[in-house]
């Protein structure tokens, strides 16, 4: 088990501005019903439906929406989504991968295609960069549940396989058989997890510059902004320097 490297959560932040809220509580929504379909509309005995709660509450989705989408798929009236991984290229050699839900495959594709080579990227093949990554459970906290030592000596008896601590957050990483075993296992010591979800860890990282990293934000905004899209992954790393630079 590594120590307390410094690591960027790969995951690209979600606006928190009044305009980008409705589209992150849609998509909340949409993975609490997809999560809801694919086993028991219960929390308790679905763990990803569980993971979409503890996100969506932790994001502020309202009880009532969260308990609406469950009962949508529960009442067999929910939309048909399915779930596609996009592969591609940004400035400077990056990699990511876009996870979606979508009930029609051709508008996302096109999307996906549009929003990568008008921002500086190209749409790659099926699994053209995933071999590059990692797919592992990571678990996020806050700063506020502790220091680097407590939460890496939690984590190390509930049985993950690595810890990364910043002054952001932590982030735990398990195997991807036992996130959610971990993630109850770290509750009684930790609190409730800000995230409990499965990621895209890259076996490394690529340093962009100031011109690049401009480049590369533009471009997965622009893929995040798509409502079929849940999720942006990547291999880049952006320094503090470069990130205060671009404001």
Do not use: C
Not at 22 to 32: T, V
Not at 165 to 192: F, N
Request: aromatic share 6%.
């Amino acid at each position: 088990m590594a120590g307390h490297s410094k690591f960027k959560n790969i995951m690209h932040r979600k606006g928190a501005q009044d305009k980008k809220r409705g589209a992150l509580f849609s998509k909340l929504s949409r993975e609490i019903t997809v999560a809801a379909r694919s086993g028991l509309p219960d929390p308790n005995m679905n763990a990803r439906l569980r993971a979409a709660v503890i996100t969506a509450r932790k994001e502020g989705l309202p009880k009532e929406n969260i308990e609406r989408s469950i009962n949508k798929a529960s009442g067999g009236d929910a939309d048909a989504y399915e779930e596609i991984r996009y592969e591609g290229f940004g400035p400077g050699g990056v990699s990511l991968i876009v996870e979606t839900l979508t009930d029609n495959r051709n508008r996302t594709a096109t999307n996906v295609r549009l929003g990568f080579s008008k921002n500086g990227g190209n749409l790659g093949a099926p699994n053209s960069v995933s071999h590059a990554f990692d797919r592992l459970g990571l678990i996020s906290y806050p700063a506020s549940a502790g220091d680097a030592e407590k939460v890496f000596e939690a984590a190390l008896e509930a049985g993950a396989e690595d810890v990364e601590s910043s002054e952001d957050g932590h982030s735990i990483w398990t195997a991807l058989d036992s996130l959610h075993e971990v993630a109850k296992a770290l509750e009684p010591v930790l609190g409730e997890a800000e995230g409990v979800k499965l990621a895209w860890r890259p076996q490394t990282q690529v340093t962009v510059d100031e011109a690049q990293a401009a480049t590369l934000l533009k471009l997965i905004d622009a893929l995040d902004d798509d409502d079929d899209v849940q999720t942006v992954w990547g291999n880049y790393d952006i320094s503090d320097d470069v990130m205060e630079k671009l404001g």
